[in-house]
């Protein structure tokens, strides 16, 4: 059976997998290390930053802790915080960006402020776990103070179906709670307090009477 | 069984501080440690023959006797990126008693001559990070970190690193490099990381649970410790089950007991009226198995005689409501997000998996693709540098298997509602060029 070329879904660009739009500048000479004398950093985040450098014996293993330092800043990973660590770390921009652009944490694009992460992994999802993203989508997705995502695995499988929420587990969460989550999440709240994490007591029997 | 060992006072208040832990008995293992020489030591944990509680079931004395000896810097790294899907004890032990893997970690230490340790744990355990810091902290202050501590030989440093979400760098060789603050590609063994592991120098690399152990190893002994448990599985187990059961949760247990007596004595088993289907006996990349093997001892020689793995002891139970293409589609889109793509047979084996089930779903499936999907399973494992690839491979391949009937009234009853798939009008070269292309 022939492929007929006109019916197959193609980006812009005409290739049928996601890419660039524009073709790279290959005249463009790659960014260097930012120049200190040129590029400000925030006192805090530099001092953040060079603690956790003088932790190792490389200072490059500070990349991570100091992308959390700055994406805690910023929100997300903005250019300009790039340069900032960068600068500080003596690293190319590019090299921090192709780390960040490697983990679930860091965020490349602008994001909402308030993180609601649902786990939708094998054990969440047998217990609702997509209802609830459904349900955390329908009544959030709009809002642009929110980063709603589904999450793998979050190893909280004890209080299925949960979400991360600012960085504190909560569940089990009901799909028809999430409107009143979510209300207490833009309040700055803590939601369900009752079924924060870190209230939980053991399954384990035996480890209530010991 | 008589007594818990790493649960004990496990839900006590306060256990996280320095006062409450020292109270009940913290570090007076190191201290007994600290008296006796690093060989004593290292002694009595390969005495104990306690297996190392992350996946692979490595003899822990074993991994630490492989660190060349002399004189130079060597590393010791807490695996705390516990990210396996259904784990979730290594969660409680960091945020309930943070002091015991401390203790452990100075206990391993010692008896390996490391003088520098790294905590790498997930990113997303933000209140499990802070309570390690808070009590790394504590401990630092008290003289338990640092240049010899308590008057011994024993000087070492103590960071925590938090990662920020990938499962691949639970992989040991992927978290040494996103240690060195790169992306978490896997690395080519050997060497392996008791040679050349974190900054190419000697790297021992444990779980938590693992190293949490080593205190009460220490405090009863080698030997007594090795009278727990099964043999070739001594002593206790933190097991994680969840999924469809009354009381999901962490239990510790004595390795050997009936499976069984876990799911359904300790985690209540599944909701009225149901009963399991199949269950994962450790974690989402263990091969599953059926009802029919809810008698097996839970250790990991009987378990791994029935071809799955005891793993990171999660067990995830599904009862007869599920679909087990369903849970196969789930673990097939797990490990393709996941999956680094530094090795093509992960990074293509896990995309085309998934496809294949969405063919599947969608009626577009023929029974044959099932075999073909087989076949992708094979041809992933054993040809990539870590197993992520053979993680997802073995459960699938084992769900193929052993619910091949249901996955072919799957393709069935989805070619029956896709109109396209059961009119005459696809050739039949077409089937048998998807199936060589």
Redesign the interface.
Same mark, same amino acid.
């Given at each position: 059976m022939a492929i007929d070329p006109t019916r197959v879904p193609r980006f812009g660009h005409g290739s049928r997998v996601p890419g660039w739009d524009e073709a790279a500048d290959l005249a463009k000479d790659p960014e260097e290390v930012p120049d200190p004398a040129t590029t400000p950093v925030p006192e805090e985040l530099r001092a953040a930053i060079e603690s956790y450098m003088a932790r190792y014996p490389d200072r490059r293993s500070a990349t991570i802790p100091a992308l959390h330092a700055m994406q805690d800043r910023y929100g997300w990973c903005t250019p300009q915080g790039i340069q900032e660590v960068a600068c500080v770390m003596r690293l190319t921009p590019g090299y921090l960006i192709s780390v960040a652009s490697f983990y679930d944490m860091f965020f490349t694009q602008p994001v909402g402020r308030h993180d609601v992460f649902v786990c939708t992994n094998i054990s969440c999802s047998l217990r609702g776990a997509d209802e609830l993203f459904a349900a955390f989508h329908e009544h959030g997705s709009d809002d642009p103070e929110l980063n709603i995502r589904a999450f793998e695995c979050l190893g909280a499988c004890d209080m299925a179906p949960m979400a991360s929420i600012d960085g504190k587990y909560v569940g089990p969460i009901r799909p028809d709670e999430v409107p009143g989550v979510l209300d207490a999440v833009r309040r700055g709240e803590e939601p369900l307090p009752d079924r924060q994490l870190e209230r939980m007591k053991s399954a384990d029997p035996r480890a209530a009477s010991s | 069984?008589s007594?818990?060992l790493l649960?004990?006072?496990?839900?006590e208040p306060g256990l996280h501080t320095l006062d409450v832990y020292a109270r009940r008995g913290g570090y007076e293992a190191l201290r007994k440690a600290l008296a006796m020489s690093p060989a004593e030591v290292l002694h009595e944990l390969e005495v104990s023959a306690i297996r190392g509680r992350g996946g692979a079931g490595f003899a822990m004395g074993k991994k630490i006797s492989f660190l060349p000896k002399g004189a130079m #810097?060597k590393y010791l790294v807490c695996n705390a990126d516990?990210?396996? !899907? &259904? +784990?979730?004890k #290594?969660?409680?032990l960091l945020?309930?008693s943070p002091h015991m893997l401390i203790e452990g970690m100075l206990i391993a230490a010692y008896a390996g001559g490391i003088n $520098?340790a790294f905590i790498y744990i997930?990113?997303? =355990?933000?209140?499990q990070a802070q309570r390690l810091e808070a009590a790394l902290d504590e401990a630092k202050a008290a003289g338990y970190i640092g240049d010899r501590v308590l008057g011994s030989d024993l000087s070492l440093?103590m960071?925590v690193? $938090? *990662? %920020? *979400?990938? =499962?691949i760098c639970g992989e040991e060789t992927a978290l040494l490099d996103?240690?060195? /603050?790169? $992306? /978490?590609n896997p690395r080519l063994k050997p060497p392996f990381p008791a040679n050349q592991g974190l900054?190419q120098g000697p790297t021992l690399i444990n779980n938590v649970e693992t190293l949490a152990t080593a205190p009460h190893i220490l405090r009863m002994g080698g030997e007594e410790y090795a009278k727990l448990g099964a043999p070739g599985s001594t002593g206790t187990k933190l097991v994680?089950v969840? &999924?469809?059961v009354k009381? !999901? &949760?962490? @239990?510790?247990i004595e390795l050997g007991m009936p499976s069984r007596e876990i799911i359904y004595g300790? %985690?209540g088993g599944p909701p009225d009226g149901r009963e399991v289907k199949l269950w @994962?006996p450790g974690g989402?990349s263990a091969p599953v198995l059926t009802k029919d093997d809810l008698d097996l001892a839970y250790d990991f020689d009987t378990l791994a005689k029935a071809g799955s793995m005891l793993g990171s002891g %999660?067990i995830?139970v599904?009862d007869d409501s +599920?679909s087990v293409v369903d849970?196969a589609m789930? +673990?097939a889109k797990?490990y393709r997000?996941?999956s680094?793509g530094k090795c093509t047979p992960c990074r293509e084996g896990t995309n085309w998996t998934v496809k294949m089930l969405e063919r599947i779903d969608s009626g577009e499936a023929t029974p044959m693709d099932l075999d073909i999907m087989a076949a992708v399973q094979e041809n992933i494992i054993g040809n990539c540098l870590c197993v992520l690839g053979d993680a997802m491979a073995m459960p699938i391949g084992s769900m193929i298997l052993k619910f091949r009937e249901e996955f072919e009234a799957h393709i069935e009853a989805a070619r029956a509602r896709n109109e396209l798939a059961t009119t005459e009008e696809? !050739?039949p070269?077409?089937v048998i060029?998807g199936a060589v292309a």
């Open positions: - | 069984m007594e818990l649960f004990k006072d496990i839900d #810097d516990e990210s396996e !899907p &259904g +784990t979730f #290594d969660r409680e945020q309930k $520098r997930r990113g997303e =355990y933000e209140l440093t960071w690193h $938090r *990662g %920020a *979400g990938a =499962y996103s240690l060195e /603050g790169k $992306r /978490g900054y994680s969840s &999924g469809h009381r !999901p &949760g962490n @239990f510790e300790l %985690a @994962f989402s %999660a995830i599904i +599920t849970v789930k +673990t797990f997000h996941e680094c696809a !050739p070269e077409a060029q």
